[in-house]
Each structure stands twice: as C-alpha cells, then as structure tokens.
C-alpha cells in the first residue's frame, strides 16, 4: 500500500514536471509581457563612448590639415594654382592614401560657420593677425565681390572620426589684371574657430624687413599650438625660393607638422604652409 502511494506521487510529480515544461514557458512570457508592453522603462547603461564626438587638439587639426594638403596643389606660383583647379574636384573613392581632402557638398552644420559669414569673420581674424604681427598692417579688407569661399572636410581616412571642416578663402582669378597688391589670395580658415592656419599675401614689404621666427611663434600661440621647434635642416631643393625658414610641431601620436614661412621676390608674396 505504501509502494502504491509513494509511485503515485512520484508519477504525479513527473506529469506536473512535463506540463510545466510544454506549457509553463508560454505561460510566463505572457504574464511578463502583460506587465511590460505599452510601458516605458528607464534603464541606466554604462557608457561605451558609442556616437562620442573626439574633439582634436590644435596640432592635432593641424597634422590632419598638413597630410590633407597633399592631395591637391598648393597655390605657391601661378601656375600651380591653375594646375590644382583640376584636381579640386576629386572623390573620396578616388583617393589611395589614408587622408582625404574633398570638398563639402552638404554645406556647413549649426556649429560651423556659413558661407555669408566666412568674409567678415576672415577679416576678423586678419585684423588679429595683424595686431600680432604676423600679417603687414597694409593687407587689404576682402570683400565678398572679389572672393570666393569653398568648404572642404580634411579627413583620416583610417579613423573618420578625426576630422574638421575648413573654408578656403581665394581672390578670384578669372579677372584680367586684377591688382593683387596688399591682398589676401588664399587662406585656409578652421570652419569652426575661424583661425587661419594658411595664407598667401602679397605685401609691400621685402623679406629683410620681416621677423620670420617671432611671426609663426605669434601665429603659434594665436592657434594654440604646442611644442614648437626650429627645422635645423638645409636643403635648398625644399623650396622654390630661397627665401625661407621652417619650423616643426608634434601632431600628438600622428606625426610632425611642418610649418614654412617664405618669400617670393619679385612678386612681394609672403606665405605660411603647413607640410607633413
């Protein structure tokens, strides 16, 4: 009798464990979801940086500027400004290096300085360079009749997020005989900040009567760079005139930016580039 009784409770616990096991998850996911559907709930996440946005430090934007520049001509003579004009229309896909230059068909964001703002906002920051000494006193205001601005993205390729958007700021060309005295004829402009990071002037001035070195360190601190250094190195095939002095900056764990401050006599150009 007590057999009996003991395998029939043992029969009744293996068919409740069967039942539970067909029906019991059905069950349970419906009572959950009775409770949860139709509710909003708030839950804490740690943070995986996941859409964080890596704000770049001045020599950092500057190496980038630097390795970017070299998929187009730099406009250093006439000739080699007429040159870059085809190739300023490349594409990404186009590009086999790990740095892109192109230009900016979707326009500047909120954060970015517009198009109708991007000549006063440069002759803003021409009147700074020139209380700081980097620029004449004698350049010229630009006006927006006589200039034309294009938006650019410099990008690392290998690591999009490392990237910044720039104006490019250029006296037109196509007017004969265009007086080019004291005037502004190509500028890089962070489109964020409005610092100019590269110009080409012409001036009245001639290269004895400049200070190279207190010039770029004014333009330096004017962008907040770190760690500047005389380029010791003499190679006469560096540039085309010989008129010229260069300086180096660390790009953080990119690189070296390499900064030259030069003269073109004859046509009175001053100009500041920036190079790997």
């Known amino acids: 009798m007590k057999c009996w009784i003991k395998y029939s409770i043992l029969a009744l616990f293996v068919v409740l464990i069967l039942c539970f096991a067909i029906w019991g998850p059905e069950k349970l996911s ?29 020599n950092e934007k500057l190496y980038i500027l630097s390795m970017c520049l070299k998929y187009q001509e730099l406009p250093e003579t006439e000739q080699s400004k007429n040159n870059r004009l085809a190739n300023e229309n490349m594409m990404y896909e186009e590009l086999s290096g790990s740095y892109a230059f192109i230009i900016n068909k979707k326009g500047p964001t909120d954060k970015e300085i517009k198009e ?12 700074e360079l020139k209380d700081l000494g980097v620029l004449p006193g004698g350049i010229k205001a630009i006006e927006k009749s006589a200039y034309e601005a294009q938006l650019y993205s410099a990008i690392d390729v290998l690591d999009p997020r490392n990237n910044m958007p720039v104006w490019k700021v250029s006296l037109y060309t196509s007017q004969q005989n265009a ?16 610092k100019i990071y590269e110009f080409y002037v012409r001036i009245d001035e001639t290269w004895e009567e400049l200070e190279p070195e207190k010039m770029v360190k004014s333009w330096s601190d004017y962008l907040e760079l770190k760690g500047m250094t005389k380029d010791t190195s003499d190679n006469p095939l560096l540039e085309t005139t010989p008129y010229f002095e260069r300086y180096c900056f660390p790009g953080g764990e990119s690189g070296i930016t390499t900064v030259t401050i030069g003269f073109y006599e004859g046509i009175n150009e001053l100009f500041l580039k920036i190079t790997e």
């Open 30 to 58: 419906n009572y959950r979801d009775k409770y949860s559907m139709n509710k909003v709930s708030v839950e804490e996440l740690e943070s995986t940086g996941e859409g964080y946005r890596y704000e770049l430090t001045s």
């Open 116 to 127: 109708e703002q991007v000549y006063e906002i440069c002759n803003q920051e021409i009147d």
């Open 179 to 194: 007086d080019k005295s004291n005037r502004l004829l190509d500028a890089y402009i962070d489109a964020r900040t409005g």
